[in-house]
C-alpha cells in the first residue's frame, strides 16, 4: 500500500518568506510525528499529533513554526520568516497508534523528506 | 533530556565481512531502541528494534544488544552484502513515549 508522502520534495525559498510543507500519512494512521533532519546529523522531534490534536509540541524550535491537522489525516507545518538556519530535511511519520504503556512501541513510518533550502 | 552517541560516524567493510555500530544514551528511563537504515533521498526504516527487558535480539542477518547498566546498545550486521551500503541510526525512547531522540548516524559502505 503507499506509505508516507511528502510535498514539495524540495523548496527552496528567501530568508523572510512563509513556506509550507505537506504530510500525507499512512490511510487510517492516527499519530503524526515531524521531524527536522540537518545534514549529517539524526532526525530531531519537532511536534506529535494524536488525530487533530497536537499532543506534544515540545520540539518545536521558536514561535515561527506551527503544525496543524485540522481533519486528523494530513498535516502541514508552517515556517513564518524562514531564517536561513531553518535549511534541512524536514521528515513526516506516521504510526498506527498512539504510544501505550506496556505495549509494543507503534513502529514510525518515515516519508521520503522535504528538502528545504533557505538562501 | 536523552542524549544519544552514535559510533563510528563512517564505516567500510569489504562484502561478507561483519559490521557493528555502538551508541550510548544518558537517560536511564529509556526503554525502547529501535535502528534505522536511511538510503539517499528516503526516509528513515526500522530495521531491528529492542526493549530493555531483553538483552538480545536477533532477525536473520541483524542483530542488536542491549547492555542497561552501561546503558549502551549495539547494531551487529553479519555476512555484509552492498544493499547494506546506507545511514544508519539509533535511537532511544520511552516505551510509551513520543520523542525518539536519533544519533548522529553512522555511514556504512559495504565494498564488493
Known amino acids: 500500500g503507499a506509505g508516507v508522502s511528502q510535498t514539495p520534495s524540495n523548496k527552496v525559498t528567501e530568508k523572510g518568506k512563509y513556506v509550507e510543507l505537506r504530510c500525507d500519512p499512512i490511510s487510517g494512521h492516527t499519530a503524526l510525528y515531524w521531524y527536522r533532519q540537518s545534514l549529517g546529523q539524526g532526525p530531531e522531534f519537532l511536534i506529535y499529533?494524536?488525530?487533530?490534536?497536537?499532543?506534544?509540541d515540545s520540539g518545536l524550535p521558536n514561535d515561527r513554526f506551527f503544525a496543524v491537522r485540522p481533519e486528523g489525516s494530513v498535516s502541514t507545518l508552517k515556517i513564518q520568516r524562514t531564517e536561513r538556519g531553518d535549511s534541512a530535511v524536514y521528515l513526516c511519520?506516521?504510526?498506527?497508534?498512539?504510544?501505550?504503556?506496556?505495549?509494543?512501541?507503534?513502529?514510525?513510518?518515515f516519508g521520503p523528506g522535504t528538502r528545504l533550502l533557505v538562501l | 533530556g536523552e542524549n544519544v552517541e552514535q559510533h563510528p560516524s563512517t564505516l567500510s567493510v569489504q562484502e561478507g565481512d561483519s559490521a557493528v555500530i555502538k551508541c550510548t544514551y544518558s537517560?536511564?528511563?529509556?526503554?525502547?531502541f529501535p535502528w534505522y537504515k536511511q538510503e539517499l533521498g528516503k526516509g528513515p526504516q526500522l530495521i531491528i528494534d529492542?526493549?530493555?527487558?531483553?538483552g538480545e535480539k536477533k532477525d536473520q542477518r541483524i542483530a542488536v544488544t542491549l547492555n542497561k547498566t552501561a546503558k549502551h546498545f549495539s547494531l551487529h550486521i553479519t555476512e555484509t552484502q552492498p544493499e547494506d551500503s546506507a545511514v544508519y541510526f539509533c535511537a532511544a525512547s520511552l516505551i510509551n513515549g513520543n520523542q525518539f531522540y536519533f544519533g548522529t548516524g553512522t555511514s556504512l559502505t559495504v565494498i564488493p
Open positions: 511519520a506516521s504510526s498506527l497508534g498512539p504510544p501505550r504503556t506496556g505495549i509494543k512501541q507503534e513502529t514510525q513510518y
Open positions: 499529533f494524536q488525530g487533530t490534536g497536537a499532543a506534544d
Open positions: 529492542i526493549r530493555s527487558n531483553v
Open positions: 537517560d536511564s528511563a529509556s526503554n525502547y
